[in-house]
Structure formats: structure tokens, C-alpha cells
T-cell receptor, first 113, second 112 residues
Framework: GESVGLHLPTLSVQEGDNSIINCAYS??????FIWYKQESGKGPQFIID?????DKRQGQRVTVLLNKTVKHLSLQIAATQPGDSAVYFC????????????FGKGTRLSVIA | DAGVIQSPRHEVTEMGQEVTLRCKPI?????LFWYRQTMMRGLELLIY????????DSGMPEDRFSAKMPNASFSTLKIQPSEPRDSAVYFC??????????FGSGTRLTVV
């Protein structure tokens, strides 16, 4: 029979534009959130994290926004570059506890040169 | 630091054979995780250790899967006997308590 794969949401962005990748998390008790980037053939790579006592955190070209009211997390990438093409995962857990990170399904970002 | 080191990078084996995947975590990290990634199911947690002790193995799919961590610098994930549906990329990750994980480059397993 025909196999059904995991169809990742895909975001296509022109080089130089800003990208926004969204994630809805499930556990209202989660207080620590991370974004990972996974390039083809590689393991997930840490990008940026945020604790629940913050609603925004900035890194180099990346910003993470947290809306605890609606349990929503977003990753903004400024001036998107071809090297940003990858699958992006959000992850959540209760920091300092024994619960491991729970990963979302991921979003594929394709940068059009 | 060389990061989390996994071996082999690729493994092709015949159905029924035993497969052993290896992981060296980052020195000083007290948590080690084994994940499996497939197109169908995404990234799944199989088992994790804290200070070399298995904490939660509820993600291990069957008794054919086993994992050990004999010391702080080494862990193995064994599949015996292997089946074609075990084909996936297996990742090892480590962390200090409360911080983000560092992943290895993964082992791509193909069971034919």
C-alpha cells in the first residue's frame, strides 16, 4: 500500500526577507522552551531558548516570542539567508525537573535565492 | 569539546541481526537521551539516563530494544533482532540539568 509520511508545514521565504515560524505547545506547566534547527543529514542544533518569565528574547538575527496565554511560541529570523534553510523544531519542558524535552513536529524553511 | 559523538554514522544490516549504536556524551553532562527520528513519527524519545541510571524507558518500542550506560562517558543502544521497521535515524543527546540538549550527528540505520 501507499505509505504516508510526516508532511511538515513548509515556509518559503525570499532571501533577505524576515521569516516567522510558529509553534503551539501543549503543556501549560512547561516553563522552558527551545528552538532547534536541523539541517539535512545533521542532528538538531540549539538556536535560542526562553523561560516562561519572559515574553521575548533576542539573539543574533533571531528572536523568540512567547505567549503563555494562548500557549504559542514563535521564532523570527531577520534577513533570512540560504544557510537558514532547514527544519525548525520547538521543544518544551519544565526546567530543572526530570521531564525530558517534548519536541514539536517541525517546520521546513526553504529560502529562495 | 568535540560535542556528542555517535558511531557508526551509517549502519546497514540484514533483518534478524543484532545492531549496536554507540554514544559518547559531552564530559560533565549528567543526562543522556536516545531519540529516534522517522518521517512517519518525527523525533521520539526512546530512553533517558541521569547519572548513568535509566530514568524512563517507556519510549522503547519493544523488548528487542535495550540501552545501557556503564559509565558517564559511554552509552549503547542495542536492537536484537533488528527488523526493517527499525530503519530510522537514531540520535543521542546530552545535557546538564535544566539546559538545552546537545545532539550528536546521528546514526542512520537501514535494516534490509
Amino acid at each position: 500500500g501507499e505509505s504516508v509520511g510526516l508532511h511538515l508545514p513548509t515556509l518559503s521565504v525570499q532571501e533577505g526577507d524576515n521569516s516567522i515560524i510558529n509553534c503551539a505547545y501543549s503543556n501549560s506547566a512547561s516553563d522552558y522552551f527551545i528552538w532547534y534547527k536541523q539541517e539535512s543529514g545533521k542532528g538538531p542544533q540549539f538556536i535560542i531558548d526562553i523561560r516562561s518569565n519572559m515574553d521575548k528574547r533576542q539573539g543574533q538575527r533571531v528572536t523568540v516570542l512567547l505567549n503563555k496565554t494562548v500557549k504559542h511560541l514563535s521564532l523570527q529570523i531577520a534577513a533570512t539567508q540560504p544557510g537558514d534553510s532547514a527544519v525548525y523544531f520547538c521543544a518544551e519542558n519544565k526546567r530543572g525537573g526530570n521531564t525530558p524535552l517534548v519536541f514539536g513536529k517541525g517546520t521546513r524553511l526553504s529560502v529562495i535565492a | 569539546d568535540a560535542g556528542v559523538i555517535q558511531s557508526p554514522r551509517h549502519e546497514v544490516t540484514e533483518m534478524g541481526q543484532e545492531v549496536t549504536l554507540r554514544c559518547k556524551p559531552i564530559s560533565g553532562h549528567d543526562y543522556l537521551f536516545w531519540y529516534r527520528q522517522t518521517m512517519m513519527r518525527g523525533l521520539e524519545l526512546l530512553i533517558y539516563f541521569n547519572n548513568n541510571v535509566p530514568i524512563d524507558d517507556s519510549g522503547m518500542p519493544e523488548d528487542r530494544f535495550s540501552a545501557k550506560m556503564p559509565n558517564a562517558s559511554f552509552s549503547t543502544l542495542k536492537i536484537q533482532p533488528s527488523e526493517p521497521r527499525d530503519s530510522a535515524v537514531y540520535f543521542c543527546a546530552s545535557t546538564n540539568t535544566g539546559f538545552g540538549y546537545t545532539f550528536g550527528s546521528g546514526t542512520r540505520l537501514t535494516v534490509v
